[in-house]
């Protein structure tokens, strides 16, 4: 990262039009500051969290023990759909989004967002969105319970009455994605604070530029593949049935044509935001920042040319296996070199270890770990004995729980103290940190060997040799749920009070937003600053 | 120096959304996209070429085995299968065969039988010369009919592919009749395969 | 405290199952091993690269921390070991598509087979209809219900065993024609390494190898709606010699299943067998009691049809219902099946019809 020479004439805001928040609900409701926008965006994605976390305590208590206890299997796989969709377009992405809401302006010297009022609505139209597929759950035939791929025709031709709404909830979801990704790279582009030049800029906000021009090519993709379900649906189209001259595969290419970069749009903040905490707790410059911008954008070009790892049992024809598996590998490059870059940020640094620096350490080792497994299904001959399995489900829940959550958890203790203004209280949140850490691993360690040992996923009762590790999952699982509650609390206890944090917080952190006061005032930068 | 910085935030804005529609679009043209692809690569094995096929000679060095192979999908309670279910050919000969389908229900039925390939790369050397699955097959109820099948495997067919397999799903189009002419008029190439 | 006692309960009470099997399972065709192989190496790759890169992060940890005295270094680029760094993972990569290709050109060998047998999945439940013969047969989960509900013990095969197993012969190569009636499926053998997608209106092939004979155990890997969970795969390699019986046996009994459809069965018989026919093809959407699945599947118990004119109800059965989960059960079923679940279906689960159908009356 770039060392940031600012000369801050005046911190105080003296604008005379400018005030503080206005009272009560309409505050909220009607606000157009970026900072009251972030915060609804990360209350909303923390209650989403918990909801889709409650799914998935459902799923692992039913698969404590083999035979069915809890619940029916269509229900069962409801909760797996609605588990997938929560935490991925309500948890994961709004929680990014808000990051980006409170620190983009805040890194870059800009007063707000590009195009405030926009952002009020791409914020407001989410939570409509999730009523609308939550209710799902109490229509009759029940929720989408498809998974959250949802594939033709079983998406289509043999979904419960619901899907429309489904349909109806990821287009609102998609539209205040796209929404959001043209105003961060609005506000990027243009509102950079005067010699703020690209090669500058915190990695946070470069991860960030490349994800939103992901979610401008992919989001409308999505939107086109549940519009053409739509019209499979309803209007007697026959694009993924096989019986007008569709292709049910059709949709699964046009499906991860989306679905891979979505992977990356999930994973790419969380390297900008490890690649911010990294530095300041190894009080040492990021190292090989440039090359750490090129990785992103070349892993950011390669997800669109890799989706079809994911259907190597499909019956592709040779070539095709082939050329995915070789793509896929690539990936493995620009990862290796971010993974590397971190280690020698690390080397001959002048570490401490608080709480974010804890959740960063262990973002690199367990995401390194699902990059790894990740490795081992693009190998497409072994893929076919992986594909499917719970050892897919170990991945890619080892790249998004100690992966894209551990990352927003290690930004909500990092940034914490600038946007309240009190120290964190390093006992709990290092007790929630090592509870979630254990849970993590207890929950999904044992995953590799079921998918391994050939459990699929998706099943609500399993045969009797996976069922030790599986009672281990369930209890890593309620570990990891439980210990979420020490999180809100830190959080709760720390807007509420706490040693009065300094303006720079941690003693190693560089960056404008840290010469700004904590808290951070409602206006910050009305005046640029000069980054020199 | 704010206001310049509006027009040039409005024009971006404008590109980006134009982007976002453009993406939106190009979700669709995957559509054909992949038909063209498949084409070019035979990735879901319905590449056929069909009509008349311009086939030199007959390779009499080597055969190949076709297979006929026969699927009811859900709800089409047809009698429907193969006469033969295999045949050895010489890769350039004409070959002739029938499909057996009999509607055992107590009303009138239209059926539309689909073709796919395995291997899928063989599908582009399987010339179709004529073939039931191009038309639509109406059958009174509890009545039968052979259906017909001519084909030629092409000389040029790779080496290494010994059997070749030709599997036809038959559906049932009588409700959507309608809608579906609707979609064989706009797209004749790929329902009619 | 509670969930730790639980759990130590539940490893007490399965000692026998807990094999705790960490890795894949090595198969028992030179393709599986091959695979298995492939597995290994990259993961031992890993695992190195792993030990190298994590080795290095946690000197780091241990020796540059502050409380330590550490102070900071200040390099923060060095062009040299940025590209050394990027071309080695490359090399690295090569190593391992090579023999990844290799294994990949195994496994699309198109060489003729001995048997072909065309495998269509259904929900739930596979159909295998051997190409050469005329064999052709379902396979359901034969798991009671009762094991599924925990009121009684467990089977060590529960949850993947079938009524009728695929038989296939030992030292033959025998190819899969994969495809799907309804939904996308996906059949697995663990031990085969033989993993395809059943995707309506298309065909798949896939071959396997086997040398020993053995019973191998698999199950549906593609969420294909509510019974997903409960469609296993059981294959049976015999020897050439058992094989061969088996065809002769399937035949036989063909035959014999001709000539029981033209008896009469009293109706106790006719229900006492269709109580049976019903739970096993029946009972999974209109459930074992007759009442069905509000907004997903209708109740048998005082519908319009099982206790309307009998012959909309045999046709239902036969035919299926277009557009709906109601599947076409003439293939399935024998005549004798059939007359037995119309009849328990009118006069049991609440229903008090009072007629009876022979099997002869059965058109299918």
């Known amino acids: 990262m770039a060392t940031v020479d600012v000369d801050l004439p005046h911190v105080k805001d003296e604008d005379p039009h400018h005030h503080g928040p206005a009272k009560g609900f309409g505050r909220w409701l009607y606000t157009t500051n970026h900072k009251d926008i972030g915060s609804m965006y990360l209350i909303f994605s923390l209650s989403m969290f918990m909801i889709g976390g409650i799914m998935a305590l459902i799923i692992r208590a039913e698969l404590f023990q083999p035979g069915l206890q809890l619940v029916e299997p269509n229900f069962f796989n409801q909760m797996t759909t609605m588990h997938g969709l929560i935490m991925v ?68 031709t043999y979904a419960p009455e619901s899907v429309t709404f489904f349909i109806f909830g990821v287009h609102i979801m998609g539209a205040s994605s796209i929404m959001g990704a043209i105003n961060i790279i609005a506000t990027i582009l243009n509102m950079r604070a005067p010699g703020m030049t690209l090669m500058k800029m915190p990695l946070f906000v470069w991860t960030w530029l490349i994800t939103a021009f992901l979610l401008i090519a992919v989001m409308p993709v999505l939107a086109g593949v549940v519009t053409m379900m739509l019209m499979d649906i309803h209007f007697g189209t026959s694009f993924f049935n096989a019986a007008g001259g569709g292709d049910p595969v059709l949709f699964q ?54 989706w079809a790892h994911h259907m190597f049992t499909v019956g592709m024809p040779l070539v095709g296996e082939v050329f995915f598996m070789f793509a896929t590998m690539l990936i493995a490059v620009p990862t290796g070199v971010k993974v590397f870059n971190w280690v020698a940020t690390m080397f001959r640094g002048s570490m401490t270890f608080e709480t974010p620096m804890l959740f960063a350490i262990a973002f690199v080792v367990l995401f390194t770990i699902g990059g790894f497994s990740g490795l081992m299904l693009a190998i497409a001959p072994a893929d076919f004995q992986y594909h499917d399995t719970y050892f897919v489900v170990a991945h890619f829940h080892y790249v998004l729980v100690p992966g894209a959550i551990f990352s927003i958890m290690a930004a909500t203790y990092y940034w914490l103290p600038k946007w309240t203004g009190h ?65 809100i609390y830190n959080v709760i206890q720390n807007v509420r009070a706490g040693e009065k944090a300094t303006a720079q917080v941690w003693e190693g952190a560089h960056g404008l937003e840290w010469t700004i006061p904590s808290p951070a005032p409602y206006h910050t930068f009305s005046t640029p600053p000069k980054v020199g | 120096m704010a ?35 498949c084409d070019i690569t035979g990735l879901n094995g319905k590449n056929f070429s069909q009509g008349p096929a311009e086939v030199a000679s ?106 070749i397999t030709l599997s036809y799903a038959l559906y049932d ?18 329902t009619s395969l | 405290m509670s969930k730790a006692f639980s759990l130590a309960l539940s490893l007490l009470s399965t000692p026998a199952l807990a094999d705790w099997q960490l890795n894949m399972n090595e198969g028992v065709t030179a ?50 070991v940025e590209v050394f760094w990027t071309v080695i993972p490359s090399i690295i990569l090569i190593a391992m598509a090579v023999p990844a290709t290799a294994t990949l050109m195994d496994m699309y060998d198109t060489s003729e087979a001995d048997v072909d047998i065309q495998i269509t999945g259904y929900q739930w439940k596979w159909r295998y209809q051997y190409l050469d013969e005329d064999i052709d047969f379902f396979s359901n989960l034969s798991t009671p219900r009762e094991e599924i509900v925990n009121e009684s013990t467990k089977n060590p095969n529960y949850l993947l065993e079938v009524d009728n197993a695929l038989v296939i012969p030992a030292n033959k190569k025998v190819r899969f024609l994969v495809t799907a009636n309804d939904v996308i499926h996906s059949w697995w053998v663990p031990h085969f390494a033989v993993k395809k997608d059943a995707i309506p209106g298309f065909i798949n092939e896939a071959w396997v190898k086997v040398e020993e004979p053995g019973v191998y155990r ?91 004119a009998i012959d909309a109800h045999i046709d239902i059965i036969v035919n299926g219902k277009s557009g709906t989960a109601m599947q076409a059960f003439k293939e399935q079923l024998s005549a004798v099946d059939i007359a037995a679940v119309v009849t328990y279906q009118r006069n049991a689960l609440g229903n008090t019809v009072g007629d009876v159908v022979q099997p002869s009356a059965i058109q299918k």
């Open chain 1, 89 to 156: 377009f309500g948890a994961v992405m709004p929680a990014f989004v808000g990051l980006a809401n409170w620190m983009i302006p805040m890194q870059i010297g800009a007063p707000d967002m590009a195009l405030p009022r926009m952002n009020n609505w791409s914020f407001w139209i989410l939570p409509f969105a999730f009523l609308i597929l939550l209710s799902s759950l109490f229509m009759p035939g029940g929720a989408p319970n498809f998974g959250w791929t949802f594939y033709a025709p079983l998406s289509t």
């Open chain 1, 253 to 306: 290419h046009v499906f991860w044509f989306f679905g891979h970069p979505e992977v990356y749009i999930m994973i790419l903040p969380a390297f900008g935001i490890i690649s911010e905490i990294i530095p300041t707790f190894a009080r040492k410059r990021l190292f090989g920042y440039s090359s750490m911008v090129y990785a992103v954008a070349s892993i950011a070009l390669l997800s669109f040319v890799v």
């Open chain 1, 423 to 487: 120290q964190l209280n390093e006992t709990m949140g290092k007790l929630h940190f090592w509870l979630s850490f254990v849970g993590v691993n207890v929950t999904f360690f044992p995953m590799h060997f079921v998918g391994l040992a050939g459990m699929p996923r998706r099943i609500p009762d399993y045969a009797l040799q996976f069922a030790d590790f599986n009672s281990m999952a369930s209890v890593g699982a309620f570990i990891f749920g439980f210990s979420q509650l020490v999180f």
């Open chain 2, 3 to 37: 206001e310049q910085n509006e027009i040039k935030t409005n024009r971006l804005v404008v590109r980006l959304a134009t982007a976002a529609i453009a993406m939106f679009g190009f979700g669709f043209a995957l559509v054909p996209l992949y038909d063209v692809f």
């Open chain 2, 58 to 163: 007959v390779d009499r060095s080597r055969t190949v085995k076709v297979q006929f192979v026969t699927v009811n999908p859900a709800g089409m309670p047809w009698d429907f299968k193969p006469t033969v279910r295999s045949m050895r050919v010489y890769p350039g000969e004409d070959k002739h065969t029938t499909f057996y389908a009999k509607n055992s229900t107590g009303e009138w039925m239209v059926a539309q039988a689909v073709p796919s390939v395995t291997p899928s790369e063989a599908a582009p050397y399987l010339h179709k010369v004529n073939c039931f699955c191009f038309d639509r097959q109406p059958l009174d109820a509890g009545t039968d009919t052979e259906m017909p099948l001519l084909f030629v495997v092409d000389p040029e067919l790779p080496e290494h592919i010994s059997t």
């Open chain 2, 173 to 190: 189009l009588t409700d959507d009749q309608k809608v579906a002419q609707l979609k064989l008029d706009n797209d004749k190439g790929r």
């Open chain 3, 31 to 80: 393709l599986s091993r091959e695979i298995f192989d492939l597995h290994m190496l990259i993961f031992w790759i890993c695992v190195v690269i792993g030990v190298a890169v994590f080795g290095v992060m946690f000197y780091s940890i241990f020796k540059f921390r502050k409380s330590k005295g550490a102070v900071a270094e200040h390099w923060h680029e060095n062009t040299t």
């Open chain 3, 218 to 308: 698999g199950q549906c890997t593609e969420l294909c709606g509510k019974d997903h969970g409960f469609m296993p795969v059981v294959v049976e390699v015999k020897s050439e010699a058992d094989y061969a019986q088996w065809v002769a046996d399937q035949k036989a009994m063909k035959l014999a299943m001709a000539d029981e459809a033209s008896k009469e069965f009293s109706m106790d018989e006719l229900i006492a067998k269709g109580e049976g026919v019903y739970q096993a093809a029946c009972a999974g959407c209109h459930q074992p009691n007759g009442q069905g699945i509000p907004g997903a599947f209708p109740a048998i118990t005082g519908s319009a049809i099982a206790t309307g």
